[in-house]
């Protein structure tokens, strides 16, 4: 993509933020800096600064833009945090957290995705992060309490591990989609004066969750992704 096209492009989605009511000034600066077309398959290069979802192999897509900034601003993030991601998939939303967070722990149950997202985030030089290969939807106690949590898979309720493994510290957050496949509402429970308060952000649709380990015979080859 020519240079002054990908600038229009970006500029176009900071428009649609912008409309989402995506506001914050360095969810939107983290947006327009991190290079989508390094998390989308080659062939769909020409629509990374679309403000949409696109496919990344394995029947799992990458976030909609609008969506990533909704979700990132909701966490509030203050640059010192320590964040934990289940549902790593092209690793998008993951360099976004790596460049407001302190440290982020992202799980993926897809080996195949979680390595080529591993391999693109070490590429454009992140170096505060893990990516784990496991069923996220049981959190990671060993580095557990985290002070922001985020979910980018649905989930038929509000996981209680999750919930455990938020910090008791006044303003640590979960975010997570929850309802059935079909959609779900996108919700941010947040710890306030030691009680947990849940607000909505609107509707959503996420790929589902997936809970408990992987069963034998479940394609984990295939196409990840061929983003450099
Ligand atoms: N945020 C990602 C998109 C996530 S799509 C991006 O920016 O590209 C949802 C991802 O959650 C998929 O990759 C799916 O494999 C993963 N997933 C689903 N259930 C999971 C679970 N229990 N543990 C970890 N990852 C899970």
Redesign the pocket.
Known sequence: MADGSRTRRIQELLVALNRAGVRDRDVLLAIAKVPRER?VPQALRPFAWDDRPLP?GLG????QPTV?GLMTQALRLTGTDRVLE????????TAILCELAGWVLT????PA?ATAARRRLVALGYRNLAVIVA???AGWPPAAPFDRILV??ASPGIPTALLAQLSPADGARLVVPVGPPEGQELLVIERHEGQLRRRSLGSVR??P???GPRPAGERTDGPAGDAR
């Open positions: 998390f990344i799992q897509t990458i976030s990533v289940i549902g790593t998939g092209s690793g998008y939303q799980i993926e149950r897809h995705l069923d996220g939807s980018t898979a996420f790929v969750l997936v809970f």
